[in-house]
């Protein structure tokens, strides 16, 4: 059996996923997916500039920037008014901003593994690895 390109099967995976956390998940919260996203990626690489969120991302700098600047009012990220050196901003969860994205842990796996239900329980764990050592 011939599949279409990886790419196309993990944007369609992406669409789907995206729809099912948003709407579950996100919405209930306030958060957008992108504002989710960015949460995630902050947990991560705490410190994170805007520019190197929007690379990541694979959104424009500007489009980042008020992704950012919505999270820093609602005081889930802080960014020194200032750069250090250059023009990159340091970004950083808040605790606010660490207690919102642990309230979205159970729900973002509930809806994973509703996407995720046609696929026994250990193909879905061979899934997660397989995603996990591609990244």
Known sequence: MAYPPLGYLMHRLHTVLRSEVTETV?????LTFPEYICLRMLAQAPGTSN?????????????????????????????????????????????????LLRRTDSGVRVAEDRVLSRLADDDRAQFRRILAALI
Do not use: C, H
């Not at 996100?26 to 306030?30: K, Q, R, V």
């Not at 700098?61 to 340091?90: E, W, Y």
């Open 26 to 30: 996100l919405e209930p919260l306030g």
């Open 51 to 99: 520019a190197e969120l929007a690379r990541t991302i694979s959104v424009s700098r500007q489009a980042m920037n008020l992704v950012l600047r919505g999270l820093q009012d609602r005081g889930l990220v802080t960014r020194p008014p200032t750069a250090d050196k250059g023009r990159a901003r340091p970004a950083e969860l808040t605790a606010a901003g660490s207690k």
